[in-house]
């Protein structure tokens, strides 16, 4: 059994399809001390923005697009149009996670899954639940009971 002292979730497509779902729960692990990042594509001035409209809290925020545009891997196109190598993008947030020992990661993307050595759950926003091996939890069960289940998931060496 592990403690688990960080969470990080995507925002686009899971933070921005359930956003007062997943601020009561980000809440909830904040007062319990787990450090909650959002780990996302970016770009980190909207992402902070928005954040700050919904009043949800979040201890650190980490964009790809911002940490590629810093060391100049974005190649960005007279028209403001930006392109970055595929593989790097999808690799990023799971390398991020690993590099910051983050004991669990909740996305939408199927494609991300594969690059992550921390723990993963999706989160499917059509169907409003997380897919967790070949279970599924609804966010019908409430912010409290999803934040207890997750974070059980999170401390779990058998995950």
């Known amino acids: 059994m592990t403690n688990c002292d960080k969470i990080s979730v995507d925002f686009h497509g899971v933070i921005t399809a359930e956003p007062e779902f997943f601020g009561a729960m980000m809440q909830i692990w904040h007062k319990q001390g787990i450090k909650v990042y959002v ?13 700050a409209e919904h009043k949800i809290v979040y201890d650190k925020l980490w964009c790809i697009f911002d940490h590629f545009n810093a060391i100049e891997k974005i190649e960005v196109a007279a028209d403001g149009s930006f392109h970055i190598d595929d ?73």
């Open 39 to 51: 780990v996302s594509g970016g770009p980190c001035d909207y992402i902070k923005q928005y954040l």
């Open 87 to 159: 593989e790097l993008w999808n690799a990023a947030k799971g390398q991020y996670c690993a590099r910051e020992k983050i004991g669990l990661h909740i996305d939408d993307s199927k494609i991300y899954g594969k690059y992550f050595t921390t723990p993963y759950v999706r989160f499917d926003n059509k169907a409003r639940h997380f897919a967790i091996g070949g279970a599924a939890l609804w966010v019908d069960l409430g912010a409290e009971q999803a934040a207890k289940i997750l974070q059980a998931i999170a401390n779990s060496s058998s995950f």
